[in-house]
């Protein structure tokens, strides 16, 4: 047989069953860190390469969620550098631990409604998402973005209020349709 599956041995077998288990959470984890970057299925894709080329360090019994999304999160602080450099982008690396601490610790039916979220928002245009990162992703107060974004307070807070509801509607939609 030339079926590649057949040539390995049931521990690997076990670690590529875990891995394919965890794909979604650590594709929700990517997003959560690129904030709806375009580059989360390379991200992904590069650190399943990675997880893949250093299988044999990983110690069976310990846990993979945790090993692999360290990985994610160095893949994606790497490709966030690259385009860092690309396009002078301002990236928070004490953020991504944090994310990291949190997604490790979040339920799965919390992991479920933040991956819908993350999607939801990946959906959104730009200038919705330069509302989100303006209000939440920064430390900065409503009048310091409404005036960054030429926009007034009350006028922010329609939009936020407006996109929250958008997003409150494709997450309950998203869980909705994976549950069917």
Known sequence: MNDPIHKLSPSQVAFVEELTAIQSSMKRFCISILAGDQGVEDVIQEANRVILEKANE???GTNLRAWAFEI???QALAYCKRRQREHKLLFNTELVD??????????????????????????LDDAEKSVLRGRY?????????????GR???????????IRKQ?????RQTLAH???
């Open 58 to 60: 990983f110690q069976q």
């Open 72 to 74: 994610v999160r160095r």
């Open 98 to 123: 944090s994310l990291l601490e949190r997604s490790l610790e979040i339920d799965p039916a919390q992991a479920d409604q933040m991956g819908a979220l993350k999607a939801c928002i990946e959906k």
């Open 137 to 149: 992703w920064s430390e900065k107060t409503l009048s310091e973005v409404s005036l960054e974004i």
């Open 152 to 162: 007034t307070v009350d006028a922010l807070k329609r939009a936020l209020f407006r």
């Open 167 to 171: 997003l409150r509607a494709c997450v």
């Open 178 to 180: 994976e549950k069917a």
